[in-house]
């Protein structure tokens, strides 16, 4: 290993890495397989990408282009050097509108493409699921489609010209003109002629067959377009420097024909039938996506009768013309026997549905007895045959004892399923490799492919002999051997390959360490809490846009070991032992979960649930258990215990607090970065003001509603809990606030004091349960705390009162939804920018925030990401500079771009914190924008 860094380094090459944190983070893409890289490159420039590749091959040392990492396959893990483009080769160079083309760097995203492409009224036209993430590159290597490539083809039949450079070093700008002359490209010509009748039968049969090399492309008929043949071949020919793609006008209006069947089976059946239309896209879902899908919570447009849905979308040149088509697919499919059928126009609902097909698989691996794997992932058929098909496979499933749930692109016979292999258990990869022998026979005899978007990887290269000819099998070889005679790209796939139950990553002998959460959703265990993680890598897309949380410090530094799959993915070799070796006291364990700011947005936005905010506790307890902690740990981390401390001489503190020297000696004695403030406390409590008024409540007194007087609120927003009770009385109710301390133990779990923790937790459990077993409503007013009682307390607390406190403490928005007869003040004319506190968009639900904020009648603006600040995360020494990018990312814009007089909404008091820190914007809680009236203060 050190001999090829050394000699990469030597080749100029600036970004290797043989870290073992590297080497984890890489060792596995979003398949069943794990294989550890000798060192990982992420090369600047494409003459760094040219250097690597002589390197391997000056070294004999294999090399695997990465992509995105998001092979299902196991296409993209290799035992030498892992490249990742997508880390700096990652721009658009060129649009051509005229010839409606681009040309693009191997790592550009596909949604960067698309972007650029969009602004000239053109579109890359396959587009999977994984679009916001996955790179052309990427797709090129698998030949990717996607749910429309019924209307737009494959990868492969929109590459105008690729720019390669092979592991003998031939570097090939693709199509040649002319004449072939000797060498590589006349040899393939003569290889290929040798065996035209093979080809020609066994090539190429239907549009989804991906399987093996696309060796039709290579036909004298088809202009032997060696470009087109490269496409799909999986990184095992020729490393891809840059691409030309073709663009195709980008249709202006879309409508959907949604179609219900009695079962998925029937929908299958149907499919055949509509292709007649002018169909753009045809995805099959199955109504257990659909139910795991509401069950996260998740809002689900309404779906016509049925259990089985076929989406189709077709298009138009205006709304009208679309939806026309769309009618005309739903009378046929109607005739044709559906249950029910639907055509939906409106952009947003077309939106909310596709997303239930792009993120219901992710949730439906969570949905069986046992987590869902991909070692079958995306078969295809013939149309024709896909009924048939289906059938045969859930029969075949049965037989296993074995369960999935189907869905894909039925239009083009592709099929994606997770199954939930037994692979922990004993003899688990033995039910592995018979059932996908059995599959593939399956598969075969129905005429169609092992894969039909995704590659063959580790996954299936084994059993292209059960599809495909002894002489067509011996063709790919002599293939691979003219392209690359050392083996050295991405060795182990298509030829030569390893066996599919070989390196499988759960079948290793994983070590279940010591901890202290429950891990209720994980039957107990860390080992399935960290393999929650499937690889897909939503966390390392840009997602705030639409709303999404996470992951922002990943935002921040474009850095794989800060994404939620990074860190995940060093959490899986921790329980593996082989590479990270010192458990959560490891340091690679240390480093990948330093920038982890604790949102709790992968708990909602990672399709699989990752909860990577509680794994980081946990790590954190580990790591100190008996331990001297850091500075800010005692004092952040008790930041409650000191404030209800000093909340009696707070305006003394504050004065105190305000002088220049005391405050720097304050701040170095407590590890805060030198270049914070140091908000003041409230001169008054929440719970202080509470007795003076007589509002201290006991359980049993008869209250409609009590305000918990959580420690942020009580001790330094007491502002806004005066308002939330104003704001409630003047609904009619009656207010009380909770007179006992009462500390969800935030800043402990944050900062892994979980012993702690456990002990403040159980204590607010017995002051605020009386209140919840009478009936009567708790509200929380500090997102992160409501957001600690319901799901940590949860964790650390096997105590069942636990459960029903999370069950009955709620936002104010929440409580004021169920007072009947309250109408919010008239706001209209009021702008609003608002982002979310990340706990209250991640745990606690902001939907009712939103209502609520409609019918005021304001213009809102909402705003994804995290504010940036997360606690005691932004104010610890060494993370200021990470704090500050994530609030440029997306709050500090939309405050930038707000007009005169805009209020900002901020319930978490970190989030008001931040930007009175770095924006100089007061900001307000829901409670004091509505008992403003309707004149709200503090704008700007």
């Known amino acids: 290993m050190t001999d090829v860094l050394a000699a990469l380094r030597r080749a100029g090459v600036t970004d290797a890495d043989g870290s073992p944190l590297a080497r984890a983070m890489y060792s596995t893409d979003a398949s069943l397989y794990r294989v550890v890289p000798q060192a990982v490159v992420r090369p600047r420039h494409v003459d760094e990408l040219v250097a690597t590749v002589e390197v391997a091959r000056e070294t004999a040392t294999p090399l695997t282009m990465r992509g995105a990492g998001t092979s299902i396959a196991g296409n993209a893990v290799g035992p030498g050097i892992v490249v990742d483009t997508a880390r700096h080769l990652d721009r658009v160079l060129e649009v051509d509108p005229e010839a409606a083309t681009a040309t693009v760097q191997p790592g550009t995203v596909h949604a960067t493409l698309q972007r650029a492409a969009r602004s000239h009224g053109l579109r890359f036209g396959p587009d999977p699921s994984t679009h916001t993430r996955c790179t052309i590159g990427g797709m090129i290597g698998n030949n990717a489609c996607g749910s429309r490539a019924l209307g737009y083809g494959r990868t492969s039949d929109n590459v105008v010209g690729l720019d390669v450079l092979t592991a003998a070093g031939d570097r090939m700008r693709l199509p040649v ?24 039968t066994e090539s190429g049969r239907f549009a989804r067959q ?103 979308e077709v298009t138009g040149s205006s709304r009208a013309e679309a939806e026309a088509a769309a009618d005309a697919v739903a009378r046929d499919a109607d005739a044709a026997g559906a249950v029910d059928v639907r055509v939906v126009g409106g952009a947003a609902e077309q939106a909310a549905l596709w997303r239930i097909r792009e993120d219901g698989a992710g949730l439906a691996a969570r949905s069986l007895d046992r987590q869902a794997q991909s070692g079958w992932e995306d078969a295809a058929v013939p149309p024709g045959r896909l009924g048939g098909y289906l059938r045969d496979f859930d029969a075949l499933l049965r037989e296993f004892g074995l369960d999935g749930v189907p869905y894909g692109h039925f239009g083009d ?70 392209f690359d005679p050392g083996d050295l790209l991405n060795p182990g796939v298509l030829v030569a390959p390893r066996p599919v139950d070989a390196d499988l990553r759960l079948a290793a002998r994983l070590h279940e360490p010591r901890h202290l959460l429950r891990l209720v959703h994980d039957r107990g265990s860390v080992v399935e809490a960290v393999h929650r993680c499937t690889g897909v890598g939503k966390c390392v897309a840009d997602n705030t846009g639409a709303g999404g949380v996470m992951c922002p410090s990943y935002q921040a530094t474009r850095e794989e070991k800060d994404s939620t799959r990074g860190r995940a993915r060093v959490l899986q070799e921790m329980v593996n032992g082989g590479v990270v070796r010192d458990g959560w006291r490891s340091p690679e364990v240390h480093e990948a979960l330093d920038l982890c700011l604790a949102c709790k947005g992968c708990a909602s936005d990672c399709p699989t649930g990752v909860d990577m905010a509680s794994y980081k506790a946990e790590a954190l307890h580990q790591r100190y258990r008996r331990r001297l902690r850091p500075r800010s740990h005692y004092a952040l981390g008790q930041l409650p215990r000191w404030a209800r401390l000093t909340q009696p001489v707070a305006p003394l503190a504050n004065r105190v607090m305000g002088l220049g020297a005391v405050q720097r000696l304050a701040k170095a004695a407590a590890g805060i970065d030198a270049r914070r403030s140091v908000p003041p406390f409230a001169p008054q409590s929440l719970r202080g003001w509470a007795r003076r008024g007589s509002r201290v409540v006991r359980p049993g007194h008869g209250y409609d509603v009590v305000v918990w007087a959580d420690s942020f609120t009580d001790s330094f927003a007491s502002s806004s809990g005066r308002a939330a009770v104003a704001v409630l009385e003047s609904a009619g109710l009656r207010v009380g606030v909770v007179g006992e301390p009462a500390c969800c133990g935030l800043t402990w779990v944050s900062t892994g004091q979980l012993d702690a923790a456990r002990r403040i937790l159980r204590r607010t459990v017995e002051v605020l349960h009386p209140y919840v077993a009478a009936g009567v409503p708790v509200v929380g007013l500090e997102p992160s705390c409501l957001a600690t009682l319901r799901s940590d307390a949860v964790e650390l607390l096997g105590d069942p009162r636990a459960a ?60 994804g990401g995290c504010c940036g600040l997360a606690g005691n995360f932004g104010v610890e020494r060494g993370h200021y500079e990470v704090s500050v990018r994530v609030f440029e990312h997306d709050l500090a814009p939309a405050v930038r771009a707000a007009g005169a007089g805009t209020v900002v909404l901020a319930d978490g008091f970190s989030c008001r914190t931040q930007l009175a820190d770095l924006a100089g914007v007061p900001a307000l809680h829901l409670a004091e924008l509505l008992a403003g009236g309707g004149r709200p203060p503090g704008s700007f």
């Open 804 to 863: 029903e406190v999370a069950a009955g403490v709620r936002s104010l928005a929440e409580t004021l939804a169920g007072v009947p007869g309250w109408a919010p003040p008239d706001l209209t004319g009021t702008e609003i920018v608002v982002q979310p506190h990340c706990h209250h968009a991640s745990v606690v639900g902001w939907a009712p925030d939103a209502a609520l904020l409609e019918r005021t009648g304001a213009r809102v603006t909402r705003v």
């Open 177 to 200: 003109g002319g004449a072939r002359s000797p060498g590589l490209l006349a040899d393939l010509d003569a290889l290929v002629g040798e065996h035209l009748a093979t080809v020609r």
């Open 210 to 312: 991906v399987s093996g090399y696309s060796l039709e492309h290579l036909l004298p008929e088809h202009d032997r377009d060696v470009a087109r043949f490269l496409v799909g071949s999986e990184g095992t020919l020729a490393v891809v420097l840059g691409a030309t793609v073709r663009l195709v006008a980008d249709a202006p209006h879309r409508a959907l024909a949604v179609l219900g069947y009695a079962t998925m089976f029937e929908a299958a059946d149907a499919v055949p039938g509509l292709l007649g239309h002018p169909l753009v896209a045809c995805e099959g879902l199955d109504a257990r996506i659909v139910d795991v899908v509401r069950a996260a919570g998740r809002r689900v447009p309404d779906l016509p009768r049925g259990a089985g849905w076929l989406f189709a």
């Open 413 to 482: 016979g592709c099929v994606h399923v997770r199954i939930d292999f037994p692979l922990r258990e004993p003899g688990g990869p033995g039910v592995l490799r018979r059932f996908v022998e059995a599959a593939a026979d399956l598969t075969a005899g129905h005429g169609g492919s092992l894969s039909g978007e995704h590659g063959d990887g580790r996954a299936r290269s084994e059993l292209l002999s059960r599809m495909y000819s002894p002489e067509l099998v011996s063709l790919f070889g002599a293939v691979k051997h003219l």
